[in-house]
């Protein structure tokens, strides 16, 4: 990816969708069988490159989300079967995980941890995992959890990190910039993100 990343959407999306589309190129193709937990999102505006990419990679694509989708349901307790996947996405969506799903503000110990071991246990060997997470100091916030390196490899236990990619935002300048993990400790999620970690995982 880029070093800095112009802040077109006002938000970590001007990174999350960069780094997902990249992605799919360079991963998806038209054998590849992709589940995205949390796919429904709140402003499909920020979905329609990502769309185009997953329509261009020609992959088999479905969405597990307990508001919608082909596996409509809490992702952590859904019964998929026999059913194995390529590639697993989560796209800003497990930092949510402590909660999102129950409706409250409440903080539920390992619930993220649950949804990634979850994901492992749905991948074919050597298959993949997508990860967008807010980053910086490692505390849990009203509605998501912040991640640091630690956090992330506390999370991932059960994964190769084959790319890793963590920027902090330069609002002064509009734009996102490729930042050391260890210069992001004190970074907090306060009226928007200001630290964002982009990851794909490999099943290991």
Same mark, same amino acid.
Request: aromatic residues 14%.
């Given at each position: 990816m880029e070093t800095e990343i112009v802040d077109l959407e006002k938000s970590e999306r001007s990174v999350e969708i960069l780094f997902t589309c990249e992605s799919i190129t360079k991963y998806f193709n038209s054998t590849t069988q992709?589940?995205?937990?949390?796919?429904?999102?709140?402003?499909?505006?920020?979905?329609?490159? =990502?769309y185009?990419?997953?329509?261009k990679s020609g992959c088999n694509y479905s969405i597990s989300d307990f508001r919608g989708g082909e596996y409509q349901g809490d992702f952590v307790t859904?019964?998929?079967g026999d059913k194995k996947?390529?590639? =697993?996405?989560? =796209?800003?969506?497990l930092e949510h995980f402590p909660q999102c799903t129950e409706g409250d503000l409440v903080f539920r110990e390992a619930e993220d941890r649950k949804g990634y071991k979850k994901a492992l246990s749905l991948l074919h060997e050597g298959g993949? =995992?997508?990860l967008t997470v807010p980053f910086g100091k490692p505390v849990w916030q009203e509605y998501h959890q912040n991640y640091n390196w630690e956090k992330i490899l506390e999370l991932t236990e059960g994964s190769i990190i084959k790319e890793a990619n963590t920027y902090?935002?330069?609002?002064?300048?509009?734009?996102?910039?490729?930042t050391d993990p260890a210069k992001m400790e004190?970074?907090?999620?306060t009226n928007r993100a200001y630290g964002v970690g982009c990851f794909v995982l490999e099943k290991g």
């Amino acid at each position: 990816m880029e070093t800095e990343i112009v802040d077109l959407e006002k938000s970590e999306r001007s990174v999350e969708i960069l780094f997902t589309c990249e992605s799919i190129t360079k991963y998806f193709n038209s054998t590849t069988q992709v589940l995205e937990v949390g796919g429904v999102p709140t402003d499909y505006n920020h979905y329609a490159p =990502i769309y185009d990419a997953l329509q261009k990679s020609g992959c088999n694509y479905s969405i597990s989300d307990f508001r919608g989708g082909e596996y409509q349901g809490d992702f952590v307790t859904y019964d998929f079967g026999d059913k194995k996947f390529d590639a =697993i996405m989560f =796209i800003s969506s497990l930092e949510h995980f402590p909660q999102c799903t129950e409706g409250d503000l409440v903080f539920r110990e390992a619930e993220d941890r649950k949804g990634y071991k979850k994901a492992l246990s749905l991948l074919h060997e050597g298959g993949i =995992i997508f990860l967008t997470v807010p980053f910086g100091k490692p505390v849990w916030q009203e509605y998501h959890q912040n991640y640091n390196w630690e956090k992330i490899l506390e999370l991932t236990e059960g994964s190769i990190i084959k790319e890793a990619n963590t920027y902090s935002l330069d609002e002064e300048n509009n734009k996102w910039v490729s930042t050391d993990p260890a210069k992001m400790e004190e970074i907090l999620y306060t009226n928007r993100a200001y630290g964002v970690g982009c990851f794909v995982l490999e099943k290991g």
